[in-house]
């Protein structure tokens, strides 16, 4: 059972990334995939989560309308499409299963079952 996190990359201001979270061993049908992204010397904050029983997702108020998510349930993966990206989105993002995104952004990191790797994002000029 495994998330492969990937996509990051450097980006100037304004750009777009999309992120993968690949998963393996398990089907994403069940479950609900949390983003998260930590910064040099920050704590980890919630970006986004999508519930794939249900569809729901939640967004942090930092990305609204800026960052979108999304699962290729033929794929196994979701999808963190990052668009009118800013300098200070520069972190480490990693995805995490979970069985709710109910209170997600709140939860320890041992609430989450399984963890990818991070990938980095730099958004400068």
């Known amino acids: 059972v495994q998330l492969q996190a990937s996509g990051g990359g450097l980006v100037q201001p304004g750009g777009s990334l999309r992120l993968s979270c690949a998963a393996s061993?398990?089907?994403?049908?069940?479950?609900?995939i949390a983003w998260f992204r930590q910064a040099p010397g920050k704590e980890r904050e919630g970006a986004s989560c999508?519930?794939?029983?249900?569809?729901?997702?939640d967004f942090a108020d930092y990305v609204k309308g800026r960052f979108t998510v999304s699962t290729d349930k033929a794929r196994n993966t979701v999808f963190l499409q990052m668009n009118s990206l800013k300098p200070e989105d520069t972190a480490v993002y990693y995805c995490?299963?979970?069985?709710?995104?109910?209170?997600?952004?709140?939860?320890?990191?041992?609430?989450?079952?399984?963890w990818g790797q991070g990938t980095q994002v730099t958004v400068s000029s």
């Open positions: 995490a299963r979970t069985t709710t995104c109910s209170d997600y952004e709140n939860r320890s990191v041992w609430w989450f079952e399984v």
């Open positions: 061993g398990f089907t994403l049908d069940y479950y609900a």
């Open positions: 999508i519930d794939n029983s249900d569809g729901s997702t």
